[in-house]
């Protein structure tokens, strides 16, 4: 099993972090950056076609709820059944950076902050 570290190629482009989820750390999933069968991942492909690190570096929404890629049904069901607040990971992200925010969630051993 993987230990938890710090990585910002471990951050996931909808916010999550990817260095503290349990599958990864099972070595049952690579993470989302080296993940191509994740093909069916809106976000995923979003950002990789306009080459961001993650949805911090989209200037085409002022708020970020607007976007039906990374606000969509399955992300809002996710968010209600296990409390994560995707929104508040990519705040802090463009607040912080990608290496604070992953040395934030290494230390706190977590994947996404909680609403």
Known sequence: MKEICTDKNLIAYCGLYCGACKKYLQEKCPGCLENNRASWCKVRTCCI?????????????????????????????????????????????????????????AEKHIMTMKK
Request: proline share 0%; hydrophobic share 35%; net charge negative.
């Open 49 to 105: 076609e306009h080459s961001y690190s993650s949805c911090a570096d989209c200037q085409s929404f002022e708020n970020l709820k607007e976007c039906k890629k990374l606000n969509n049904f399955i992300a809002r069901l996710f968010s209600f059944f296990f409390g994560s607040d995707r929104f508040a990971c990519i705040a802090s992200i463009k607040e912080k950076g990608y290496e604070s925010y992953a040395q934030e969630m």
